[in-house]
């Protein structure tokens, strides 16, 4: 955990390839809600919780990886909805654990009922936890479940 002076929990909301199209991309699938709708109900819910958040969506891999290298000793922990790379990325696996940033993984939908490549993940095995089909509520309920985890564990 990074160490700081100021006592508030920091936390990096990560997001990966296409999400910046939610609203628009398949919204039968992804629902009505665009990223920026996420965020502003994140920030409510980071208000009430004690916590400061920051946002970053990238659609490259390399792209996210630098952005994980640039979190480490800033931030306590981590909501990564690496999209697609979820499926594929062992680089953004092994910045996460590399840099030793606990983090939620996040899906909108249930990847574990979609198609066969999408219900793998190269990142849960290093996640706290994995919140997956509650479409945009599974971030607010992976932000609330990552400040409880970090509380209980110190």
Known sequence: M???????VKVAVLNGPNLNLLGVREPDLYGQETLSDIEKNLE????ELGVTLSFQQHNGEGQLV???????GKV?????????????????RDALVGTSIPF??????????????RRKS???????????????????LALRGLVRSRKKNG
């Open 44 to 47: 409510n819910v980071a208000r």
């Open 66 to 72: 630098d952005a994980i290298h640039a979190l480490r």
């Open 104 to 117: 939620v993984e996040v899906h909108l939908t249930n990847i574990y009922s979609r198609e066969a490549e």
């Open 2 to 8: 990074a160490r700081r002076t100021d006592q508030r």
């Open 122 to 140: 190269a990142l849960a095995d290093a996640a706290v936890a994995v919140v997956a089909g509650f479409g945009s509520y599974g971030y607010e």
């Open 76 to 92: 306590d922990a981590a909501l990564v909805n690496a999209g697609a790379y979820t499926h594929t990325s062992l680089a953004i």
